[in-house]
């Protein structure tokens, strides 16, 4: 078994830290920005410096590649995406660039022996912060791969057309055509190209916390389903529409929202995860009665049957009275479970057990770039605790030893998908 280097790794999640530091211990660093530039200037210069060939394809997904013994083998990819969310923390996405370098590292500065080259990678704007959607270009360059409904999220020209949410008049493809790292599209990664993928990523929840384990052995990332419940009312003067004939949208939302949660717990699935995160409503003024309330609700299962429990719960809303107001339900997408390639899940778990490593069998309950690979390549993943469960905020955190065990489990995982041939 090999070790990654807590020293080496500290200094890098340091360095990184640095591009686009808010000064309150995390980092707002968007696609394509110039904070974004910095990062990869860093991974550049240090991938150069232990002699590897960096490529960047059309999108900017960026490559640095170590040769293999067989200059005809194809190549093992490592790697996540360098973008932030608004005020974000230091390590989802970059520690998954972090850790494939630091093996890239490792195996020059140990000199050890494997047939396949090594890709450490960056995916350009996963987390869609300024130009949505999330993991945009792992989507593009899965788009002939993937099921054929999904197919329409991803078209090039719509990506490209994306707008900025901070300027109206930027898109996302005007802003990558002056972007300095826009290269090939020769230089995608591809199944002729490559053999494998593995992404390293913290949890982002406190499953491995609770259960006093430091690396999480991905099996899939759970089945979702986004509806939008819609109520339409009457609107009318809040001082003189009398109480008993209003038809009040929010009010039956209200009401909605609150039976959903009664009903759907009632299946009484634990691990079951439901939110409402999003709310329009209209005209939104303190003197009117809402005539129109639209909710979102995503949910989140592994079991397709779960799922569609939920969803026939979801679908009597219509059927229901809510304050006379009348209710549609539009589905808004869904997607099955995506397992991962149960060889390479195999590797990780080899490798976690060999290195006796505090270890479990988890879910990923968010997105990640390595789920749309999966329809081109086996692909696999790798977590890290998260203090406390948080993500995507300041605070988010883990310790450069359990980062540095991260790393050295998918280093001997790498390894063995290596020697399979
Ligand atoms: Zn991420």
């Given at each position: 078994m090999y070790q990654c280097d807590v020293k080496t790794m500290t200094d890098k999640i340091k360095a990184f830290s640095k591009f686009g530091d808010t000064g309150n211990g995390g980092i707002t660093r968007y696609a394509l920005s110039k904070e974004d530039i910095a990062a990869r200037e860093e991974f550049v210069k240090r991938m150069k410096a232990i002699g590897a060939v960096i490529e960047t394809d059309d999108l900017a997904n960026m490559y640095a590649t170590i040769a293999g013994s067989d200059a005809n083998a194809k190549r093992i990819v490592m790697g996540s995406h360098c973008d932030s969310v608004k005020n974000g923390g230091n390590y989802d996405g970059i520690l998954g660039v972090i850790g494939a370098m630091e093996v890239l590292e490792t195996v020059v500065k140990q000199n050890i022996a494997h047939k396949h080259p090594l890709t450490a990678m960056i995916w350009t704007n996963e987390e869609g912060s300024e130009f949505p959607p999330c993991m945009m270009c792992s989507g593009i360059v899965s788009h002939d791969y993937m099921p054929e409904r999904f197919r329409d999220n991803f078209e090039y020209h719509k990506m490209m057309a994306s707008q900025s949410i901070l300027d109206t008049k930027m898109t996302f493809g005007q802003k990558l055509s002056s972007f300095p790292y826009k290269g090939e599209m020769e230089n995608r990664i591809s199944p002729e190209k490559y053999k494998a993928m593995f992404e390293l990523h913290i949890e982002q929840g406190p499953i491995l916390e609770d259960a006093k384990k430091d690396i999480g052995v991905v099996r899939c990332v759970l089945g979702q389903m986004l509806y939008r419940i819609k109520f339409y009312g009457q609107a009318a003067h809040a001082g003189t529409f009398p109480m008993k004939k209003r038809k009040d949208a929010f009010y039956a939302a209200a009401e909605a929202l609150c039976y959903l949660h009664q009903e759907i717990d009632k299946l009484g699935y634990e691990d079951l995860v439901y939110t409402t995160g999003e709310v329009v409503m209209h005209?939104?003024?303190?003197t009117v009665i809402p005539d129109f309330f639209d909710f979102s609700i995503d949910v989140r299962h592994e079991s397709a049957s779960v799922l569609n429990e939920v969803r026939e719960i979801i679908l009597k809303l219509e059927q229901k009275q809510w304050q006379g107001c009348r209710c549609q339900v539009v589905l808004g997408w869904n997607r099955d479970t995506v397992y991962w390639d149960k060889k390479l899940v195999g590797y990780v778990k080899e490798a976690a057990k060999e290195l006796g490593t505090a270890h479990m069998d988890i879910h990923s309950g968010a997105g990640h770039d390595a789920q749309y690979i999966s329809y081109m390549l086996p692909t696999t993943m790798i977590f890290v605790a998260s203090q406390n469960g948080l993500s995507h905020c300041e605070q988010e955190y883990t310790s450069p030893e359990q980062c540095t065990e991260g790393a050295t489990v998918l280093l001997n995982a790498v390894l063995k998908c290596d020697k399979e041939d």
């Amino acid at each position: 078994m090999y070790q990654c280097d807590v020293k080496t790794m500290t200094d890098k999640i340091k360095a990184f830290s640095k591009f686009g530091d808010t000064g309150n211990g995390g980092i707002t660093r968007y696609a394509l920005s110039k904070e974004d530039i910095a990062a990869r200037e860093e991974f550049v210069k240090r991938m150069k410096a232990i002699g590897a060939v960096i490529e960047t394809d059309d999108l900017a997904n960026m490559y640095a590649t170590i040769a293999g013994s067989d200059a005809n083998a194809k190549r093992i990819v490592m790697g996540s995406h360098c973008d932030s969310v608004k005020n974000g923390g230091n390590y989802d996405g970059i520690l998954g660039v972090i850790g494939a370098m630091e093996v890239l590292e490792t195996v020059v500065k140990q000199n050890i022996a494997h047939k396949h080259p090594l890709t450490a990678m960056i995916w350009t704007n996963e987390e869609g912060s300024e130009f949505p959607p999330c993991m945009m270009c792992s989507g593009i360059v899965s788009h002939d791969y993937m099921p054929e409904r999904f197919r329409d999220n991803f078209e090039y020209h719509k990506m490209m057309a994306s707008q900025s949410i901070l300027d109206t008049k930027m898109t996302f493809g005007q802003k990558l055509s002056s972007f300095p790292y826009k290269g090939e599209m020769e230089n995608r990664i591809s199944p002729e190209k490559y053999k494998a993928m593995f992404e390293l990523h913290i949890e982002q929840g406190p499953i491995l916390e609770d259960a006093k384990k430091d690396i999480g052995v991905v099996r899939c990332v759970l089945g979702q389903m986004l509806y939008r419940i819609k109520f339409y009312g009457q609107a009318a003067h809040a001082g003189t529409f009398p109480m008993k004939k209003r038809k009040d949208a929010f009010y039956a939302a209200a009401e909605a929202l609150c039976y959903l949660h009664q009903e759907i717990d009632k299946l009484g699935y634990e691990d079951l995860v439901y939110t409402t995160g999003e709310v329009v409503m209209h005209p939104c003024v303190n003197t009117v009665i809402p005539d129109f309330f639209d909710f979102s609700i995503d949910v989140r299962h592994e079991s397709a049957s779960v799922l569609n429990e939920v969803r026939e719960i979801i679908l009597k809303l219509e059927q229901k009275q809510w304050q006379g107001c009348r209710c549609q339900v539009v589905l808004g997408w869904n997607r099955d479970t995506v397992y991962w390639d149960k060889k390479l899940v195999g590797y990780v778990k080899e490798a976690a057990k060999e290195l006796g490593t505090a270890h479990m069998d988890i879910h990923s309950g968010a997105g990640h770039d390595a789920q749309y690979i999966s329809y081109m390549l086996p692909t696999t993943m790798i977590f890290v605790a998260s203090q406390n469960g948080l993500s995507h905020c300041e605070q988010e955190y883990t310790s450069p030893e359990q980062c540095t065990e991260g790393a050295t489990v998918l280093l001997n995982a790498v390894l063995k998908c290596d020697k399979e041939d």
